[in-house]
């Protein structure tokens, strides 16, 4: 089984900063992709940043500039979003997102698995 959990929202003024960690738990080898969407109430889940199978990256234009997405290379179970610049428009709720994954025992996963949600209020 897979879960991802979501760590470092909250509160900030605008132009501020937030760090957020997703840590993706089970007997995990291989993820093919992993990022960060967003949706506030009423609206569509959207991309924000993610991880390819190749390691490419890909940035919502919203946030291109402002926001990083990165990952713990060490055992590749986790990303970091990185939030500079923070605008009003980037309050919602941010979810870890993962798929194609790999256990330890060779069975492949297509998912997609979603974290629980961290709450970013970007507001002065």
């Known amino acids: 089984q897979v879960q991802l959990v979501e760590s470092g929202g909250g509160l900030v003024q605008p132009g501020g900063s937030l760090r957020l960690s997703c840590a993706a738990s089970?007997?995990?080898?291989?993820?093919?992709?992993m990022g960060w969407y967003r949706q506030n109430p009423g609206t569509e889940r959207e991309l924000v940043a993610i991880?390819?199978?190749?390691?490419?990256?890909?940035y919502a234009d919203s946030v291109k500039g402002r926001f990083t997405i990165s990952r713990d290379n060490a055992n590749n179970k986790m990303v970091h979003l990185q939030m500079n610049g923070l605008k009003p428009e980037d309050t919602a709720v941010y979810y870890c997102y993962a798929a194609g994954v790999t256990t330890d025992d060779s069975v492949h996963y297509r998912g997609p698995y979603w974290g629980q949600g961290t709450q970013v209020t970007v507001s002065a």
């Open positions: 991880f390819s199978r190749t390691g490419s990256t890909n």
């Open positions: 089970g007997s995990i080898v291989l993820i093919n992709a």
